[in-house]
């Protein structure tokens, strides 16, 4: 890995700026991904969709209420990235990629009548996962990420 991708706080503006451009790509086909275009067959295709609600489309409170939340967590995120020792690395990379997807998807919130651009479906079939953008990957791992840091941080402390 190249030696500036291991300095975590890069990872915020990764996340951010692959989902910005790829949210815009989005958007300048928008007639074409309507109609689904497959990647992987069946099993990954991208289709453009406008989610109102947070993750999964859950949640359709408001736009306000969301821009609220996500400006909150984000402040919370910045909080704990700082307040984390250098040393844990890893716990501040997959704090800086969650910044990154808060960010980006605040900004489709803010900037674009409160919907966010999502566009990667998979599944097989009528089984489908919930269509995603970047920015919730980033969230996703990231969190996935600092949950393991933590769950072997306190398995350290007790054994």
Same mark, same amino acid.
């Given at each position: 890995?190249?030696?500036?991708?291991?300095? $975590?706080?890069?990872?915020?503006? %990764? *996340?951010? !700026?692959?989902?910005?451009? #790829?949210?815009?790509? =989005?958007? @300048?086909?928008?007639?074409?991904?309507?109609?689904?275009?497959?990647?992987?067959?069946?099993?990954?295709?991208?289709?453009?969709?406008?989610?109102?609600?947070?993750?999964?489309?859950?949640? $359709?409170?408001?736009?306000?209420? %969301? *821009?609220? !939340?996500?400006?909150?967590? #984000?402040?919370?995120? =910045?909080? @704990?990235?700082?307040?984390?020792?250098?040393?844990?690395?890893?716990?501040?990379?997959?704090?800086?990629?969650?910044?990154?997807?808060?960010?980006?998807?605040?900004?489709?919130?803010?900037?674009?009548?409160?919907?966010?651009?999502?566009?990667?479906?998979?599944?097989?079939?009528?089984?489908?996962?919930?269509?995603?953008?970047?920015?919730?990957?980033?969230?996703?791992?990231?969190?996935?990420?600092?949950?393991?840091?933590?769950?072997?941080?306190?398995?350290?402390?007790?054994?």
């Amino acid at each position: 890995m190249p030696r500036s991708l291991r300095q $975590p706080w890069l990872w915020a503006p %990764l *996340v951010l !700026v692959v989902d910005f451009v #790829t949210k815009r790509l =989005v958007l @300048l086909h928008e007639d074409a991904l309507r109609a689904k275009i497959d990647v992987l067959g069946e099993f990954a295709r991208f289709i453009y969709v406008r989610n109102p609600g947070s993750a999964m489309g859950l949640f $359709p409170v408001g736009r306000w209420a %969301l *821009v609220g !939340v996500s400006l909150a967590a #984000t402040v919370f995120i =910045v909080w @704990l990235y700082r307040t984390t020792p250098e040393r844990l690395r890893v716990r501040r990379a997959a704090m800086a990629a969650i910044l990154g997807g808060a960010l980006g998807n605040l900004i489709d919130r803010v900037f674009y009548g409160g919907l966010v651009v999502d566009f990667i479906d998979l599944g097989v079939g009528q089984s489908r996962f919930y269509t995603f953008n970047v920015a919730d990957i980033g969230v996703s791992v990231g969190g996935a990420l600092l949950f393991l840091c933590l769950l072997l941080d306190g398995r350290r402390r007790d054994g």
